[in-house]
């Protein structure tokens, strides 16, 4: 496999379930990122992991947990979830992060499709 | 605050040419990108501009204007599989990555 894989393609869970979403990316690339992408909005910057360290965590509630055990993989926990956060959950990866990124694109998986009932 | 504007949607006709717009307010520059998303599937990169002026790669141009705080993407020879959302992103003093809503673009045989 190349690219980024996400995993699963879509979800639906009820507001009391706990599932986690699943990234891959086989580029050796030292940072990951997720974005929650609603719909006719701008993509928002969740988090993100710099060689398995988490280096930005931009406010978003504690019902959403990430995970880094190794620069190829990275999870996001979710928990006691609202209707609210349905979107698309992308995952992205990058060459490196901060001023080592410069010059450098993103490379994104397809995203999880979640639907909170 | 940070910004970058850009249309909603547009259409155009298969064949044909458009231009897709994006305006930017952000704390300093490091480059500009603009990626293609088709509907249920990746972004995908599609051009990087951190100097003024056009960069040309195939049927696709994208132009910068640092000093107006403007880009654009040019798409040539419209097929129907370019059918898709555009997103404009910037980055910014601190090296984040600033985008905006995308365009949605609507190609008509």
């Known amino acids: 496999e190349t690219g980024v894989t996400q995993t699963p393609r879509h979800l639906v869970m009820g507001m009391t379930n706990k599932k986690s979403l699943k990234c891959e990316q086989h580029l050796g690339h030292n940072a990951m990122y997720w974005y929650k992408q609603s719909a006719k909005k701008p993509l928002e910057l969740m988090f993100v992991y710099s060689l398995e360290e988490r280096v930005e965590n931009n406010s978003v509630p504690s019902r959403f947990s990430p995970e880094c055990p190794n620069s190829s993989h990275l999870f996001l926990h979710l928990h006691t979830l609202q209707p609210e956060d349905s979107a698309l959950y992308l995952c992205a990866s990058s060459q490196d992060w901060g001023q080592g990124a410069l010059g450098t694109e993103a490379f994104f998986g397809q995203g999880t499709r979640l639907t909170v009932v | 605050g940070q910004n970058i504007d850009q249309p909603t949607e547009m259409t155009a006709t298969e064949g044909a040419i458009v231009q897709i717009n994006c305006t930017y307010q952000?704390?300093?520059?490091?480059?500009l990108f603009w990626y293609q998303q088709h509907a249920g599937e990746a972004p995908t990169f599609l051009s990087y501009n951190v100097l003024d002026g056009l960069e040309e790669k195939g049927r696709f141009s994208s132009f910068l204007s640092r000093s107006k705080g403007y880009s654009y993407l040019l798409l040539k020879e419209l097929q129907m599989k370019d059918s898709a959302s555009y997103l404009c992103?910037?980055?910014?003093?601190?090296?984040?990555?600033?985008w905006g809503a995308g365009t949605k673009l609507i190609i008509k045989p």
């Open positions: 992103a910037v980055r910014d003093s601190n090296y984040q990555l600033i």
């Open positions: 952000t704390s300093g520059f490091n480059g």
